[in-house]
């Protein structure tokens, strides 16, 4: 009987998280449709639209930023061009489940490696800026999921250089209801100017060559 219970059980464990993921994926592509306007059909971004690339991205990291934009702890301020464009885009996702499936489908699309755009970083300036960050995010880039840090090589670099700034100006990282943010806040006022933050940008793209 014990036998029969656990057997069971263990068959249950292996096929029902295999046959939800899939769901989840057919279910992520048809949500994902909406999110291709901005973000284009392989996640590869649009400087146009202020849309970074997504394709690839951790889906722990996915889910927690459509989590932010859909509470209002992200994309709110007034200033905030790119972020107000994407808070409304977050509400379509209805529930838990949507985001997971969308997060999923995302996350398993071939991740990209964005042209770098920002002029005037000087890598090596930035190499000494990064010590710092390298505690969270990593020595190459990649993100610490236990810390909450995401991947920042083949990230869009004019994105990367936005998000700084906005974090020093508390366009990000200025609610308290987003303590993630507010913490990375602290980290970018570490970046005396924007000098300083274009020569960060320059050593983060070097870490993904
Ligand atoms: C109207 C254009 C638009 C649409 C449609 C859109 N987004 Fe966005 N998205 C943006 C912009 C602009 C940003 C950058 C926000 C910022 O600068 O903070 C963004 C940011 C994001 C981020 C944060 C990336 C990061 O590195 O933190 C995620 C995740 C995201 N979008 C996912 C989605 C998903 C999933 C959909 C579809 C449900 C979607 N977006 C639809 C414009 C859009
Ligand atoms: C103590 C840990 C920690 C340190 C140190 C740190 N970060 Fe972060 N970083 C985070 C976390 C956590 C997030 C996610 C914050 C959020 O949700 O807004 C983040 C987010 C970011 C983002 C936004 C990524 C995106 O896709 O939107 C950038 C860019 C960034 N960090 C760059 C840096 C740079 C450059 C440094 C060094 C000057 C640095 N970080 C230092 C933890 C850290």
Redesign the pocket.
């Known amino acids: 009987m014990r036998f029969v219970t656990t057997a069971a059980l263990a068959a249950l464990v292996f096929v029902a998280p295999q046959s939800t993921f899939a769901q989840d994926l057919d279910r992520g592509e048809a949500l994902f449709d909406l999110c291709t306007q901005c973000h284009g059909s392989a996640g590869e971004g649009n400087p146009m639209y202020l849309a970074p690339a997504i394709a690839g991205f951790s889906d722990w990291y996915l889910t927690?930023?459509l989590q932010?934009f859909k509470k209002g702890v992200r994309g709110t301020h007034p200033d905030d061009m790119g972020g107000l464009r994407m808070y409304p885009m977050s509400l379509s996702l209805k529930s838990d489940e949507d985001i997971a499936a969308v997060a999923a489908y995302v996350s398993s699309l071939p991740p990209v490696n964005p042209e770098p755009t920002v002029l005037g970083g000087d890598p090596a300036k930035g190499a000494e800026?990064?010590k710092?960050?390298a505690?969270?995010?990593g020595p190459d880039g990649a993100g610490k999921k236990d810390?909450?840090?995401?991947r920042?090589v083949g990230?869009s670099d004019w994105y990367?250089f936005e998000?700084?700034k906005k974090y020093k100006a508390g366009i990000?990282?200025g609610n308290t209801g987003?303590q993630?943010?507010v913490?990375?806040r602290g980290?970018?006022m570490?970046?005396a100017d924007e000098q300083a933050i274009r020569d960060?940008v320059a050593h983060i793209v070097e870490l993904g060559n």
């Open positions: 927690a930023q932010n800026s990064w710092t960050c505690a969270c995010h810390l909450n840090a995401p920042l990230v990367l998000a700084l990000r990282g987003n993630q943010a913490m990375m980290m970018a570490s970046l960060v």
